[in-house]
């Protein structure tokens, strides 16, 4: 830690995290004042002393918060302002030249914003991250913060279809072109690189279909290649994935399902070098994507149970996709903890658990059929996204892909016959004798 980040954390009540090395109180004009984020590694701190790599859990509750806060408080204030008070003018001039970190006004960060932002760090095992307001807000603002007209992307194309669309309708609008390839093809990744591209784009897994992407080989080519590697790891989690270890540059989150855990808020994140994501904190300064400090806690709050629900979602979802790979009404089971599925050696290699989504088909259902089931289920409620700790199920042809064209749903590898079930964290025995019913009426 440098004498600069020591000074800026003294404050009469508040003594150093042991857990993340540092409590910084930064300031962050959207034209570049230090990053809080990068404070969010944990050598050299108490903890690390006693186990240099804290747990996912010890660090999911600990990270990046004071150890001592605001009246004592052990849980972080929720500050709703919407500008922040210079005592004096020299104040504002010491601000804009950087020697006083501190807020100035809401668009370009809160201090609640800025512990989160240390603690998803430490969790993901990278120097900084940004919080957004969604999923999707951190997706644009990147791209829109990294490309210029001319550049391109690649991205393999199983991928959420709100990204897709951006990239496919809009961003064409700003002259930046976009060349999908079939998911966990490599060699036609490489061949859609040319001098002009900026950045590979995956999920993984990805959604719906759970195709698992070797984060290493990702990595690879983007490297060899002179071209930024992007991952969604939303599916994934830092429980189960570890795209940054392998290389990746960026890793981004829909906060929204596993890390705030509980179908309540909105959130997105990105994770990366403090470096890397200076362009992008400027443009969301300007653009107001951040999120709210209600929201914040919120995902602050879900955070600390992290780990004992992403133990639950694995055991869900293995639970579950086991009874239906062997059950006669099922088809097809999409699950990366299945010896049955095409990237199962790769998951049982890179991955910690294979998370609790499962997509399957109705053995020689149509539509209806299929959709019976899904209406039949008592427990999971139907609606759209997954990672919460209520069970959700969708048939994605009448929720994400209702707009396409058949056509459209063929070329995304979307059946008719398709569930997606989002195991909550229920009893999987309950999960399971719920989808006996359903399958068996
Ligand atoms: N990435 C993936 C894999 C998603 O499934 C979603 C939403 O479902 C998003 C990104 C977008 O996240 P948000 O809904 O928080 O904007």
Redesign the pocket.
């Known amino acids: 830690m440098s004498a600069k980040q020591q000074s800026k954390n003294k404050s009469a009540d508040s003594e150093p995290n042991p857990i993340s090395s540092d409590s910084p109180q930064p300031g962050n004009r959207q034209n570049g004042a230090p990053d809080a984020s990068s404070d969010a590694a944990t050598a050299g701190s108490p903890i690390s002393s006693v186990n240099p790599s804290p747990g996912p859990s010890t660090l999911a509750v600990h990270a990046g918060e004071d150890r001592q806060k605001t009246c004592n408080s052990i849980t972080d204030p929720i500050f709703v302002a919407s500008t922040y008070t210079f005592a004096d003018t020299q104040s504002v001039i010491n601000y804009i030249e950087q020697k006083q970190p501190r807020e100035e006004y809401g668009r370009y960060g809160n201090p609640s914003e800025r512990v989160l932002e240390r603690k998803l760090a430490a969790l993901e095992g990278g120097e900084a991250a940004l919080v957004f307001s ?4 951190a ?1 644009v603002v990147l791209l829109l913060a990294k490309l210029n007209a001319g550049d391109e992307v690649v991205f393999f194309d199983e ?2 279809h ?2 897709r669309e951006f990239c496919s309708k809009h961003l064409s609008r700003f002259g930046v072109v976009t060349r999908q390839v079939a998911a966990c093809d490599y060699a036609a990744m490489e061949a859609a690189i040319t001098p002009r591209t900026r950045l590979l784009i995956s ?1 993984s897994p990805t ?1 719906p279909h759970l195709s698992v992407v070797d984060l290493e080989r990702f990595a690879d080519i983007g490297r060899r290649r002179n071209v930024e590697t992007l991952i ?1 790891a ?2 994934g989690t830092p429980y189960n994935i570890r795209p940054l270890a392998a290389g990746i540059d960026y890793v981004l989150h ?4 596993y890390l705030g855990g509980h179908n309540d808020l ?3 994140t990105l994770i990366s070098t403090t470096k890397n994501l200076e362009p992008v904190r400027k443009l969301r300064g300007i653009t107001g994507a951040i999120n709210s400090p209600h929201n914040v806690y919120l995902l602050e709050r879900g955070l600390k149970t992290f780990e004992l629900r992403m133990q639950r979602h694995n055991e869900n979802g293995l639970a579950v996709a086991q009874f239906l790979a062997d059950h006669p009404r099922v088809e097809k089971v999409y699950y990366p903890g299945l010896p049955s599925h095409p990237y199962y050696e790769i998951a049982k290699r890179t991955m910690r658990g294979f998370g609790g989504l499962v997509t399957f088909l109705v053995r020689g259902a149509d539509w209806q059929q299929t959709a019976r089931i899904v209406d039949s289920v008592k427990i999971p409620r139907i609606a ?3 990672g919460g700790v209520e069970s959700l199920i969708e048939q994605p042809l009448v929720m994400s892909y209702y707009e396409c064209t058949p056509e459209e749903r063929r070329q995304y590898g979307i059946h008719d016959n398709m569930i997606r079930l989002a195991c909550g964290i229920e009893n999987s025995a309950d999960l399971v004798a719920d989808l006996k019913q359903a399958l068996e009426r």
Do not use: F
């Open positions: 969604s999923g999707m807000s997706l991928c959420y709100r990204s999920e959604n969604d939303t599916l829909s906060a929204t399902k909105l959130a997105g759209p996204s997954l």
